[in-house]
């Protein structure tokens, strides 16, 4: 995974160890839906044959999903107006999708 369990729960403000496999969870399902966006893994590192460490705005829509996932457990959200955020996962991942066929 490319973020870290104590990344994230410091991303969540949670100091408690009883969510832990939750949020582990949202973690590794959050990675697998971006990778599956951008159609290819992430790894530790990043690129083609010039590996790098991976991109720090990666990691972050990896905590963004995870995060809201986390927080709205379910489907759907009652009650409340629920908007995107400006710049958020899919604007993140649009520029390091390879749009070529």
């Known amino acids: 995974m490319i973020v870290t369990l104590d990344e994230m729960k410091a991303h969540l403000n949670i100091t408690g160890d009883q969510d832990d496999a939750l949020i582990g969870k949202k973690i590794a399902a959050a990675q697998n839906h971006i990778e599956r966006l951008l159609g290819f893994k992430i790894e530790e590192t990043y690129?083609?044959?010039?590996?790098?460490?991976?991109?720090?705005?990666?990691?972050?829509?990896?905590?963004?999903?995870?995060?809201?996932?986390?927080?709205?457990?379910?489907?759907?959200?009652?009650?409340?107006?629920?908007?995107?955020?400006?710049?958020?996962?899919?604007?993140?991942?649009?520029?390091?999708?390879?749009?070529?066929?």
């Open 47 to 101: 690129g083609g044959a010039e590996q790098e460490d991976v991109p720090e705005s990666l990691a972050e829509a990896v905590m963004q999903l995870a995060a809201h996932w986390y927080e709205n457990r379910e489907a759907v959200i009652v009650g409340v107006t629920a908007i995107p955020m400006p710049l958020g996962v899919r604007e993140i991942i649009r520029e390091y999708r390879d749009w070529s066929f």
